[in-house]
């Protein structure tokens, strides 16, 4: 059964951009086009832990963000729109159950937390990757 971490070692881009919960949209869109990426890890400074992974801001962010407050959203915290618990999967975690999360929380990014530390990010397209790779899952 194949693992995070096996799909991990695959990747080629293994760099996690990252955005603080108090930055603006407008930053956060600044990275995301810098970066060429589609959503971007979101951390914020907690006393007792240091930097803590709070969730995701994605393009669906950004998009509902702008139809809720035009153009004044880009001066907006992305605090505003990160909402709910944190979904995140472990390096142990099967492919199985990480696409279970994905389509139960309508993410297509996850997280991946060992020891309460940011070790990596595992997305929708690097599991379909992995599993083309795999002859024994295409039978």
């Known amino acids: ?31 995301m086009t810098r970066e060429n990426v589609h959503a971007l890890v979101v951390k914020d400074v907690c ?13 669906r962010n950004l998009a509902g963000a702008v139809g809720a407050h035009g153009a004044s959203a880009l001066e907006m915290p992305i605090a505003n ?17 990480v696409l279970r999360l994905m389509d139960e929380h309508q993410v297509r990014l996850l997280p991946v937390i060992e020891e309460h530390a940011l070790s ?11 599993l083309v790779r795999v002859p024994a899952l295409a039978a």
């Not at 955005?19 to 990275?31: G, M």
């Not at 990596?120 to 992995?130: L, P």
């Open 120 to 130: 990596g990010v595992i997305s929708i397209s690097d599991v379909i990757r992995h």
């Open 81 to 97: 729109f990160v909402k709910g618990p944190l979904v995140s999967c472990a390096m142990n975690d099967s492919i199985e159950s």
């Open 1 to 31: 059964m194949a693992t995070v971490a096996d799909v991990l070692r695959e990747k080629k881009n293994t760099r996690i951009i990252t955005v603080r919960l108090r930055e603006t949209v407008a930053t956060a869109v600044t990275i």
């Open 47 to 59: 006393r007792t832990e240091g930097n803590t992974v709070v969730g995701i801001f994605s393009e």
